[in-house]
Nanobody
Framework: QVQLVESGGGLVQPGGSLRLSCAAS???????MGWFRQAPGKERELVAG???????YYADSLKGRFTISRDNVKNTVYLQMNSLKPEDTAVYYC???????????WGQGTQVTVSS
């Protein structure tokens, strides 16, 4: 069983930055790690992902403002969010997929609120 612990959410003013972290434990065979978000009344959507080899992909609308990275030794994925806008307000969820079974695990979510 994989456990995911997210941190780094909070309240930030428009134009500010936040860094989210998600630490995975319980398995050494982690393939893709990523972030999704869900705003009130909307469906959960992809933010960014990164493979075990370091290849990254982003939602088109977020390219240039958000950066995903990972530490394979610590099994931790990060999301650096810059130039935040009110429309970035959402619950951000960490997602990991195991390399052997392709099983997917989700974090509990961390709230990001962008408001003045």
């Amino acid at each position: 069983q994989v456990q995911l612990v997210e941190s780094g959410g909070g309240l930030v003013q428009p134009g500010g930055s936040l860094r989210l972290s998600c630490a995975a434990s319980g398995s050494r065979f982690i393939d893709t790690m990523g972030w999704f978000r869900q705003a009130p009344g909307k469906e959960r959507e992809l933010v960014a992902g990164i493979t075990s080899g370091g290849s990254t992909y982003y939602a088109d609308s977020l390219k240039g403002r958000f950066t995903i990275s990972r530490d394979n030794v610590k099994n931790t994925v990060y999301l650096q969010m810059n130039s935040l806008k009110p429309e970035d307000t959402a619950v951000y969820y960490c997602r990991v997929q195991l390399s052997l079974s392709s099983t997917v695990y989700w974090g509990q979510g961390t709230q990001v609120t962008v408001s003045s």
